[in-house]
T-cell receptor, first 110, second 114 residues
Framework: QKEVEQNSGPLSVPEGAIASLNCTYSDRGSQSFFWYRQYSGKSPELIMFIYSNGDKEDGRFTAQLNKASQYVSLLIRDSQPSDSATYLCAVANAGNMLTFGGGTRLMVKP | NAGVTQTPKFQVLKTGQSMTLQCAQDMNHNSMYWYRQDPGMGLRLIYYSASEGTTDKGEVPNGYNVSRLNKREFSLRLESAAPSQTSVYFC?????????????FGPGTRLTVT
């Protein structure tokens, strides 16, 4: 069974700090990796995706992928209270079926 | 452009009752998906439709049926609801079924089965 694991948190960081969110996956055939943000009571929204090993930056967000270690991470620089949410890691396999981790709850304290 | 819409937003059922969750998208997407999300867990795929006229089982299909009514609409039916089906249900769509194509999510349906 394909698994995606995340620490459920909460991860608490002060405003302005870097938040580091981690995710591991079990299926070596996984091809695409996504980070979704989900506010309480809302639907997931895509914030980053990454396909290749290395780093990908988009504004305050950086996704990192290490396929050899089966590890994906998301860094949020200059964290803001509005970043407080649950972050879901998702892995796509053939047919665009997503397998999600349980999510990490991030709390950014002013 | 409403994106992905779902009805109803909330529903309470008694054990054994049936109901259909509706999903529609106006983005001319080919692929549509149904997920469920339980507390503390990520989303799990129930069924998906890669294109109009096709449907396939996902990770947790038992107790559900789906219909891809046309390119826009993808419905999820619970024939005999059970308390274990209490969950939040999300519909999503993507332009193609290609691996990695972004999925856009609807607002969700919160279902309680008593």
């Amino acid at each position: 069974q394909k698994e995606v694991e995340q620490n459920s948190g909460p991860l608490s960081v002060p405003e302005g700090a870097i938040a580091s969110l981690n995710c591991t996956y079990s299926d070596r055939g996984s091809q695409s990796f996504f980070w979704y943000r989900q506010y309480s009571g809302k639907s997931p929204e895509l914030i980053m995706f990454i396909y290749s090993n290395g780093d990908k930056e988009d504004g305050r967000f950086t996704a990192q992928l290490n396929k050899a270690s089966q590890y994906v991470s998301l860094l949020i620089r200059d964290s803001q209270p509005s970043d407080s949410a649950t972050y879901l890691c998702a892995v796509a396999n053939a047919g665009n079926m997503l397998t999600f981790g349980g999510g990490t709850r991030l709390m950014v304290k002013p | 452009n409403a994106g992905v819409t779902q009805t109803p937003k909330f529903q309470v059922l008694k054990t054994g009752q049936s109901m259909t969750l509706q999903c529609a998208q106006d983005m001319n997407h080919n692929s549509m998906y149904w997920y469920r999300q339980d507390p503390g867990m990520g989303l799990r795929l129930i069924y998906y439709s890669a294109s109009e006229g096709t449907t396939d089982k996902g990770e947790v299909p038992n107790g559900y049926n789906v219909s891809r009514l046309n390119k826009r609409e993808f419905s999820l039916r619970l024939e005999s609801a059970a308390p274990s089906q209490t969950s939040v249900y999300f519909c999503a769509s993507s332009e193609t079924p290609s691996t990695g194509d972004e999925q856009y999510f609807g607002p969700g349906t919160r279902l309680t089965v008593t």
